[in-house]
Nanobody
Framework: QVQLVESGGGLVQAGGSLRLSCTAS????????VGWFRQAPGKEREFVAA????????YYADSVKGRFTISRINARNTVYLQMNNLKPEDTAVYYC????????????????WGQGTQVTVSS
């Protein structure tokens, strides 16, 4: 089973950038598609972006399309989320997870989540 740990969050002004990292332990990391999700206070967790195991295909929520870029380097067991032109509404705890496509979009392979990384965008 692969375990993922998020890092790279912080406080940034609107219009700024951050790069989040999702680092995996386990030898089979490259076998999994990986997704980023976020949860703002008082809201449900929502899908942000996903990348296939090879990195050949990426998927984004409409709200971040054109501003966020997901990528991965399997040799480093890491998936990145480059976030540009950040907006106050991007403020949330960001989580990564191994995922698979489903009829509802992307579903996580595990029912547990890591601690996430806090992103706060000030106006």
């Amino acid at each position: 089973q692969v375990q993922l740990v998020e890092s790279g969050g912080g406080l940034v002004q609107a219009g700024g950038s951050l790069r989040l990292s999702c680092t995996a332990s386990g030898r089979t990391f490259s076998n999994y598609a990986v997704g980023w999700f976020r949860q703002a206070p008082g809201k449900e967790r929502e899908f942000v972006a996903a990348i296939t195991w090879s990195g050949g295909s990426t998927y984004y929520a409409d709200s971040v399309k054109g501003r966020f870029t997901i990528s991965r380097i399997n040799a480093r067991n890491t998936v990145y989320l480059q976030m540009n032109n950040l907006k106050p509404e991007d403020t949330a705890v960001y989580y990564c997870a191994a995922v698979r496509p489903s009829s509802a979009g992307w579903s996580t392979l595990s029912n547990t989540w890591g601690q996430g990384t806090q992103v706060t965008v000030s106006s």
